[in-house]
């Protein structure tokens, strides 16, 4: 007998980790990640290669055999000022397919923005509604504080704290080239009043056939919070174009109530070649 997923928990902790298990990266640069109360904070730079303004990224998830729902992510067209910093906005939008939303009906949206100079998240909110219920989420970063004021309370966090959409891009600019296979490595993620210490290792590369074509890609196992969704906490599997886009191609996850496969389908407005792909038959 079918049983519909509680999609609070699936979206955010399995479609988005087509997002947040991408985000358990941890970039090293020069910048120290904390500051003495006596110092004057000063936000990291990176350089931004692998994503650039009005790129579209589209996504199928299956539910076992049942095509289910859709994901889009999207970067706006331009720089807007957030709280005295220059920023990207990002929106992801997950939604139920209408010949399944008799089981289970889900309209969410997620849209942060992310600091062009330090990719580091200043605002995130949160809107869904799944069938009767709905929840709204609205925080903001203080980085220099390491503060995070949100409507459901303020928290304590580790500078440079990320939120599950702004994690995404993050770790899309880190240079994996020295990634040795069984590496593990750390990230905090804000969700639902909480901020999760995330990691994943990464487990090599492997070329898989997909609807946009055969894409050469770098593969991670995530390491999940088990909850209601997930029994262990490497049940997921994610794959990444191996290219300076770094775009999510695939993610694969046992869940209690079965299986899930996340999927491209489409991409517009990439910053750089699509080298991963390959081409011909």
Known sequence: MFKPIKFKRFFAHALLPVFVILSAFTFVDSTPSTTADNETFSYRKMSN????????????????????????????????????????????????????DWAYKVRDRFETYLDNEAMAPISYNKNVQEDKYTDNDLVVFKHPKKKLYGVKGVLDMPVYTHDIISALYYVRNIDFSKAKVGDKYPLDVYLDNKIYNLGFKYAGKETINTDIGKVKCLKFIPILVVDRVFKDQDDMTVWVSDDENKIPVRVKAKIMVGSVKVDITSYSGLKNDFKALVKGK
């Open 49 to 100: 290669s692998a994503f650039t303004f009005n790129e579209k990224l589209s996504y199928r998830v299956h539910y076992g055999v049942i095509n289910a729902a859709t994901v889009d992510l999207q970067v706006g067209p331009s720089l807007v000022d957030k709280n005295e910093r220059k920023c990207y906005t990002i929106q992801a939008d997950g939604k139920t397919l209408k010949s399944f």
